[in-house]
């Protein structure tokens, strides 16, 4: 199992308890397996929860989670600061709406009734969670593994996909404010971090977007990679092929010849990404006790 310095091990090191909560089988990617021996203490997986609450498609429906959830935070928070995971998967396919729920959808399209079912779950929470001794002290961070993939792409990244929100917060702590620039999932926990004020050796490759500006970010699926500069979408494929185009303008062509200096800078960025990214994993300074 990869040992990886990450938010959850930080987190430990710095006298928080720390926890998963997760819908499904711990097997399923080996995911639990790998929470272990990253940081997590507790793992909550389908096998910890009672059989009649396992009623959605991918075992415990996110409204269940979430009362879960916060159960753990009130046994847990009495104790001293407490870090929680709470992956929901209600609206991931395959789909299916619980029975027997106060929520009852407007839409009439199930993909639909999903979505507002899943921010209903989301509502719910927060004002049990207004309830609690903790949420005065607590920041919520709400993020997406990834986006909709809807009506095809005009690029081998099918950028909706890769395109995912967050939203941090904290009541009385955060004042409201939308903060445009360009930052990566690899950069949710040095922003966390440097939010929470907790000092760090960083073996991330991520950075602490609210205090520093990113030039690139990566991207990609299973077949491909890339990079944008907030501009321009370098794709680098299996087959060895790459491109670039003008993602922002939505425009198919190949601009390559057009920007080949900027191609090239990007071409780099990306394969120093990943070159560095195998040598941490290969020689462990991805591990907090290196």
Excluded at 72 to 84: I, S
Excluded at 115 to 132: C, K, L, N
Excluded at 182 to 196: F, H, K
Excluded at 262 to 271: D, H, I, P, S, T
Aim: glycine content about 8%; charged content about 25%.
């Amino acid at each position: 199992v990869p040992r990886v310095c990450g938010l959850p091990q930080i987190l430990r090191d710095n006298g928080y308890s720390t926890a998963y909560s997760m819908p499904h089988k711990g097997v399923f990617d080996g995911m639990e397996k790998f929470f272990y021996a990253n940081g997590y203490e507790r793992v909550f997986e389908e096998n910890s929860y009672p059989k009649e609450e396992l009623v959605g498609t991918y075992g415990v429906p996110d409204h269940t989670l979430f009362r879960h959830a916060i159960e753990y935070l009130n046994e847990a928070t009495a104790k001293g600061p407490t870090y929680v995971t709470v992956a929901t998967c209600s609206n991931h396919p395959p789909l299916g709406l619980s029975k027997g729920l106060d929520f009852k959808p407007k839409a009439r399209e199930l993909k639909e009734q999903m979505v507002e079912y899943a921010d209903w779950s989301i509502g719910q929470f927060m004002a049990e969670s207004a309830r609690q001794p903790w949420f005065g002290n607590t920041l919520f961070v709400f993020v997406a593994d990834h986006g909709c993939h809807l009506n095809g792409s005009t690029y081998d990244i099918p950028l909706p996909h890769v395109r995912i929100p967050i939203a941090f917060y904290a009541p009385g702590r955060l004042e409201a404010r939308l903060v445009e620039r360009q930052a990566c999932q690899i950069d949710v926990s040095p922003t966390i971090l440097g939010m929470l004020g907790i000092d760090y050796d960083n073996r991330m490759l991520g950075i602490d977007v609210l205090k520093r500006q990113r030039k690139y970010s990566v991207l990609g699926t299973w077949e491909t990679i890339g990079a944008t500069d907030g501009e321009l979408l370098y794709i680098y494929r299996k087959d060895g092929r790459s491109t670039l185009h003008r993602y922002m303008d939505g425009d198919p062509e190949d601009v390559s010849d057009r920007y080949p200096d900027r191609k090239a800078e990007l071409e780099r960025y990306v394969k120093g990404i990943v070159q560095l990214s195998y040598q941490m994993l290969q020689d462990g300074t991805t591990r907090c006790d290196k």
